[in-house]
């Protein structure tokens, strides 16, 4: 019944990226999703890591994998108290995680203050527990650091964009020191290029990822 009424709401163009994770539908057949957890990448030689949470992960992962010097991005969970959390979990409540991204990138090609300004435009940070459609904790915005330097230089972006006037509401985005990050199960990965046609992907995802290559198309490799 459960799966019914997903594909139901995804027919009627259902805008949730809660509700559009349960199934996965292939031309018009339902299969079921690879629940395996993804592999976390190891940093390359000279390679940097960065940790943001910005809603719904599935377009946030596609933003920064789009930026030149950005090898690769992984989608999943950060910020709470529960090893290797499944995606159900996290929506539940009770595990203190945000659906967050991590971001392998080569800091001689794009550096982290820019991945800041980048960060700050593809979601909306001053919105509590919530981006767009999507409600909860798990939405939350959050800046994970991992060096004094790095807590500095979110602190002097918030700074930035709240005096900038960009928004008309001042910032809500967590500043946290960076603990753990778990890779989400598989078929949550590069979601937006493989679904292209998801209701969410198309009503949601694409409109916000629009809007942010709209703003920085010179950080952009060739052809995204």
């Not at 163009?13 to 539908?25: K, L």
């Not at 809603?55 to 969970?77: D, I, M, N, P, Q």
Request: hydrophobic content about 30%; proline content about 8%.
């Amino acid at each position: 019944m459960k799966r019914l009424l997903i594909l139901l709401l995804a027919a009627a163009g259902a805008t949730s990226c809660e509700g559009q994770t349960n199934t996965t539908v292939v031309a018009g057949n339902t299969t079921e999703p690879d629940r395996r957890f993804a592999e976390l990448p190891k940093p390359q030689s000279g390679e940097a890591v960065a940790t943001f949470a910005s809603g719904c992960y599935w377009c946030a992962e596609h933003v920064f994998e789009s930026l030149k010097g950005v090898r690769t991005v992984v989608s999943g969970h950060a910020g709470g108290t529960v090893a290797n959390p499944t995606y159900e979990q996290v929506g539940r409540g009770g595990t203190g995680h945000a659906e967050a991204v991590q971001v392998y990138y080569d800091p001689k090609l794009i550096s982290y203050p820019t991945l800041l300004r980048v960060f700050f435009v593809q979601h909306d940070p001053t919105t509590l527990n919530r981006q767009g459609p999507d409600e909860g904790p798990e939405y939350r915005s959050v800046a994970f650091y991992r060096t004094p330097q790095e807590k500095q230089q979110i602190e002097a972006e918030i700074k930035r964009v709240n005096e900038s006037g960009r928004y008309p509401t001042r910032i809500v985005t967590q500043v946290v020191p960076f603990k753990a990050f778990y890779p989400a199960e598989r078929y949550h990965q590069d979601y937006f290029v493989k679904h292209p046609t998801d209701p969410y992907i198309r009503t949601v995802s694409t409109p916000r990822y629009q809007k942010f290559a709209k703003e920085f198309p010179e950080l952009l490799k060739p052809g995204a």
